[in-house]
């Protein structure tokens, strides 16, 4: 136990990222997570193009860890069009990646959206920048911005009023803000829609229940599952981000109950979570040590962010160490499940974690870095759960 540790990962956003990779090696982090994010979605990520990125990482002396994302195509969430084409382009990425030696892939399956904030600015006490998820905002776009029919009935009534007031006091540029920081695509989602397409795209999913969502997650898994065990790359669902249904759409990777399931339907160690501390964290009933005791055998990749949970719906992203999930706590957990993996003699034992965004701070603030992928910021987290991680790992082998 006592020198393994958890494979300290960076995501970069490839070349165009105002983080270099030279940048990334003085944080410390050994590895990378990163995509081909030039390539359309659904397309099969060719051998050669996996390989000229992952060259270019090794280049600098780091290695490309972890995949984040293969994006899946909206038509394999709502089972229509091409869905069979997407699947078997899925499957041929993931021998692909397997035949260059990439061995972790994360990807969700959020219908339409991933990740979403209504506020890219936040400013918190030290003056330093968080992403936020205001409730009552969203209802402002969503019944007042957006107009989507029925909107209404998503929403307490008392929400509703809050909503009436916070929209009649926003002008045309806070509505614009509004709506381009909803709908123009967070990093990494891949997509961005207008409002007209996006109530287009919202259409084509009416009458997809969760219960339909679960069983075309359930199908794919047991499509790519198989391809992703012969080709030794082990998979990991990232959860929904916020955990909860927005516009109406299902949402179903939201609570330990869902990952359960779901890990259950293709019993395998290739078919894993990504536990994301902020995303899982966002709601209380999601008990994040406890969620690492009991699932940690199929946690193939950490994503550790905090969050500040407000009122109601209500968070925003809170420096690594501070805010709702206790951390040390989810992070004794993984140094144990570790324990574990080592005593059943798993070659799993670093698992591959990243410092999930930060805040924009200090020469971030100069800089137009990603929203929740400033440099600084997310420094700041890595440095804080490296010292974390070795404190608490040392500690637990002495007993202290
Ligand atoms: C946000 C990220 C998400 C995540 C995808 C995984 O910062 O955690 O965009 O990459 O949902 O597929």
């Given at each position: 136990m006592s020198d393994i540790k958890l494979e300290q990962t960076w995501r970069w956003f490839g070349p165009d990222d105002t983080t270099t990779l030279q940048d990334v090696k003085q944080t410390g982090a050994t590895g990378i997570v990163s995509a081909l994010h030039h390539l359309p979605i659904g397309e099969i990520w060719p051998v050669d193009e996996i390989n000229t990125y992952k060259k270019r990482?090794?280049?600098?002396?780091?290695?490309?860890?972890?995949?984040?994302?293969?994006?899946?195509?909206?038509?394999?969430?709502?089972q229509s069009g091409q869905y069979k084409t997407w699947?078997?382009?899925?499957?041929?990425?993931?021998?692909?990646?397997?035949?260059?030696?990439?061995?972790?892939?994360?990807?969700?399956f959020m219908p339409i959206l991933d990740w979403t904030r209504t506020d890219l600015e936040f400013e918190i006490e030290d003056g330093s920048k968080a992403l936020r998820f205001d409730?009552?905002?969203?209802?402002?776009?969503?019944?007042?911005?957006?107009?989507?029919?029925?909107?209404?009935?998503?929403?307490?009534?008392?929400?509703?009023?809050?909503?009436?007031?916070?929209?009649?006091?926003?002008?045309?540029?806070?509505?614009?803000?509004?709506?381009?920081?909803?709908?123009?695509?967070?990093?990494?989602?891949?997509?961005?829609?207008?409002?007209?397409?996006?109530?287009?795209?919202?259409?084509?999913?009416k009458g997809i229940t969760a219960d339909d969502l679960r069983s075309h997650l359930y199908d794919f898994l047991r499509e790519i599952i198989p391809a992703a065990e012969d080709a030794g790359?082990?998979?990991?669902?990232?959860?929904?981000?916020?955990?909860?249904?927005?516009?109406?759409?299902?949402?179903?990777?939201?609570?330990?109950?869902?990952?359960?399931?779901?890990?259950?339907?293709?019993?395998?160690?290739?078919n894993g979570l990504t536990l994301c501390t902020g995303s899982y964290g966002a709601i209380s009933d999601n008990d994040l040590p406890g969620m690492v005791k009991r699932l940690g055998q199929r946690i193939n990749f950490v994503h550790l962010r905090n969050v500040q949970r407000e009122s109601g719906r209500t968070f925003y992203e809170a420096n690594h160490l501070e805010g709702s999930v206790d951390m040390s706590a989810v992070m004794a957990a993984l140094i144990r499940e570790q324990a574990t993996r080592q005593?059943?003699?798993?070659?799993?034992?670093?698992?591959?974690?990243?410092?999930?965004?930060?805040?924009a701070m200090i020469g971030d603030l100069q800089k137009n870095s990603l929203p929740g992928y400033s440099c600084i910021g997310r420094l700041r987290g890595l440095a804080e759960l490296r010292g974390l991680e070795m404190g608490l790992?040392?500690?637990m082998l002495n007993n202290v």
């Open positions: 990482i090794e280049d600098t002396g780091l290695r490309w860890s972890v995949v984040e994302s293969i994006p899946v195509h909206e038509d394999i969430k709502r699947i078997e382009n899925y499957k041929q990425s993931i021998r692909n990646l397997g035949k260059c030696g990439i061995r972790t892939v994360c990807y969700n409730e009552v905002a969203m209802a402002v776009f969503d019944h007042f911005i957006l107009q989507r029919p029925l909107a209404e009935k998503d929403y307490p009534g008392q929400l509703i009023r809050e909503a009436k007031v916070y929209f009649e006091k926003l002008n045309e540029n806070q509505k614009d803000t509004l709506t381009k920081t909803i709908l123009a695509g967070l990093p990494g989602s891949e997509e961005g829609y207008t409002l007209e397409e996006f109530q287009e795209i919202l259409d084509t999913y790359v082990r998979m990991a669902i990232h959860p929904d981000d916020p955990p909860f249904s927005l516009f109406g759409l299902p949402r179903v990777v939201s609570t330990e109950q869902d990952a359960r399931s779901l890990i259950e339907v293709v019993d395998s160690p290739f005593k059943q003699g798993r070659a799993d034992l670093e698992i591959p974690m990243r410092p999930d965004h930060g805040h790992r040392a500690a």
